[in-house]
């Protein structure tokens, strides 16, 4: 199988690398399986006092691997779907360890959802950000899990609907990012450095503080919205739109 995602610990960091660039990095089931072993790895590593989510490539995350629904049921293939981008983001809220999103480069759809879920996240100032689900016929369902509790409640209003394209500065400014930087790695080590000077009980006991709030709505909220989320991949109108996306054409939507 390929190694869509790179795992290296230095020191008191480990480094979680998509590496999947020819689809953006995209959701695949194959990456998404990666990406789970590599937080599994981290936690139970008593070297790892913080972990570092990063890419290659010009996109951090592109969200769903819509080629892989080709010949698949899409009831079946919805419901996966939704299951596993649900398990992926309670994984990274509940690591014992900080994890911090380094971006250099896009996110979208439910690249996003990692976004939010990252404990902090760098980016650099030509990234982009969109949540661009209303423009196939969906929504962020699932990773507005971990994004409403991080956006303000006027920037959600407007980035779930829009689908607008912005960069780091407003990301920074609206809570969805912690800082939007010139020099990602460098910014990302001095993050790196203060944080491994935290014990592991310390360091677990504090970032539960700040996730509590966030995984009790995640645990009341997941199974409808995952549902919800699995209703709105097959509907007719969703289908057209990850038709017109797949050809690159506009969307031919019915009232």
């Not at 991949?233 to 031919?252: C, I, N, T, Y």
Request: aromatic fraction near 4%; glycine fraction near 10%.
């Amino acid at each position: 199988m390929a190694e869509l995602v790179q795992y290296a610990v230095d020191g008191a960091v480990a480094r979680l690398t998509l590496d999947s660039p020819h689809n953006r990095n995209a959701l695949s089931t194959a990456l998404v399986g990666q990406l789970h072993q590599g937080l599994a790895d981290a936690a139970a590593d008593p070297r790892v006092r913080v972990v570092v989510l990063g890419h290659t490539g010009g996109t951090f995350c592109a969200g769903a691997d819509l080629s892989e629904a080709a010949g698949q049921d899409p009831g079946d293939i919805a419901v996966d779907r939704a299951r596993e981008m649900t398990k992926t983001l309670r994984l990274i809220l509940e690591l014992p360890v900080p994890v911090i999103g380094a971006i250099d480069g896009h996110v979208r759809a439910g690249g996003m959802g990692l976004v939010g879920a990252c404990d902090l996240v760098v980016a650099g100032n030509n990234s982009t950000f969109a949540l661009t689900e209303a423009r196939i016929g969906v929504a962020p369902s699932i990773i507005s899990l971990t994004l409403l509790p991080k956006m303000t409640a006027r920037s959600a209003g407007r980035y779930f609907v829009t689908g607008e394209k912005f960069g780091a500065a407003e990301a920074a400014d609206i809570g969805l990012i912690t800082l939007a930087s010139d020099d990602v790695p460098a910014t990302v080590a001095a993050l790196t450095a203060e944080i491994a000077k935290g014990s592991p009980q310390g360091l677990a006991a504090s970032k539960a503080l700040t996730t509590a709030a966030i995984l009790r709505d995640f645990d009341a909220l997941a199974e409808d919205l995952t549902r919800q989320s699995a209703e709105l991949f097959v509907s007719d109108e969703a289908r057209e739109g990850m038709m017109a996306f797949l050809q690159k054409r506009p969307p031919s939507w019915v009232g």
